[in-house]
């Protein structure tokens, strides 16, 4: 098999033929600027107005509540750094407390980092050993100065889903915006904002077969979220600069797709999951499978080798022309342990040996079979070697 297999779905995805096509005009025949008076512009408008209003059915918003980003790690920072600054404006220049959890990726745990430095305040909810937050402690962590509650929708290493509804809920009771992380998931599940009582959403286009650079941030109407970016009047003057037009097209594109092939896809692609998974555990010896067996991302397998390093062994499954994660996409290259993997208490020894396989909808049985067998090999070689 000389052909790449992919299974780094979860890092980026391929851009679906039917959204570079639908891009391919508003790049080189439409490229008037949206905010132009001319009929010329009003083609780019009318096509990024269309991209708003689809996106905003995908998830029951409305399209004046979609703001369109360059991307997931965007939209968490305008989420939380400026719930933050509401919270000092309405309340004489108080610091603001944010929610989260030890398990959300570093596009929210390094803003909230950076708000820490700032004076803000930051607690973390905990997780239990699949990486699900404790609900009963979102009140016992709460401040009198807490502002926003901000937990992912499903985790990118691990693949587990949160209880986003109950979260909805609970925060809305104690009156706290609640912002959730939806990058892993948007495109993958189904999402109901109203329903959810979900207050902001960030998701990011690359990860549902959209182009990169772009994603949108949902704002529930009625928060006055400041404005992140400042310059034109673009997107409402709450993010400024030219749309980038044919990725908003692209994204819109993507979201349809996907929406529309959400159901089919997911069985296929948790039928070679459930098989890939089966057989590791199956067949390769001190291994086990981390993240939540029952609420999980269909696509993911994430597993925890013994005695050897994920990155060698990425390394050597890349010779096999198997692309695979030892980790977050964003931290490889590191060889500290997974802060996810650390959060769940997975020890040093296992939490050294972690290989993520995430599936797309162009994966096959004879895929999966063949990377059974390549890491079954490379495993056995690398404990070989180790003694
Ligand atoms: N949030 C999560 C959960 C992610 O998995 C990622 C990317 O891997 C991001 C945020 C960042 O998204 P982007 O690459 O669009 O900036």
Known sequence: ??????????????????????MEPYQEIYYGNPSTIYEFGEKSREAMEQARELIARSIHARPEEIYFTSGGTESDNWALKEAVHLYGRTHNGEKGHILT??????????????LEQMGCGVSFLKVDESGRVALHEV????QENTCVVSVMYANNEIGTMEPIDELGRMAKKHGLIFHTDAVQAYGHLPIHVQRDNIDMLSAS???FGGPKGVGF???????????????????????????????????GKAAELAHRRMHMERRKIKYLRDYLAYRILQEIPDVI????????????????FKGI????????LDTQGICVSSGSACSTGSMEDSHVLKAIGIE?????????FTLGAENTKEEMAYTVEKVKMVIKDMRGNAR
């Open 1 to 22: 098999m000389s052909k790449m297999i992919y299974l780094d779905h979860a890092a980026t995805t391929k851009l679906l033929p039917e959204a570079a096509k639908a």
């Open 217 to 251: 941030l949902y704002i529930r109407s009625g928060i006055n979220l400041p404005a992140f970016i400042h310059g034109g009047g673009q997107e409402s003057s709450r993010r400024a600069g030219t749309e980038n037009v044919p990725g908003i097209v692209g994204m």
């Open 309 to 316: 390093t994920g990155e060698a062994a990425a390394i050597l």
């Open 348 to 356: 040093s020894e296992w939490a050294q040996g972690a290989l993520r």
């Open 101 to 114: 959890t030890p398990v959300e990726h570093h596009a929210i745990l390094h803003t909230c980092n950076e």
């Open 289 to 304: 499978m981390t993240g939540n067996r029952k609420y999980r991302l269909s696509n993911n397998a994430s597993f925890c």
């Open 205 to 207: 286009a690359h990860k």
């Open 139 to 142: 009140e016992s962590v709460m």
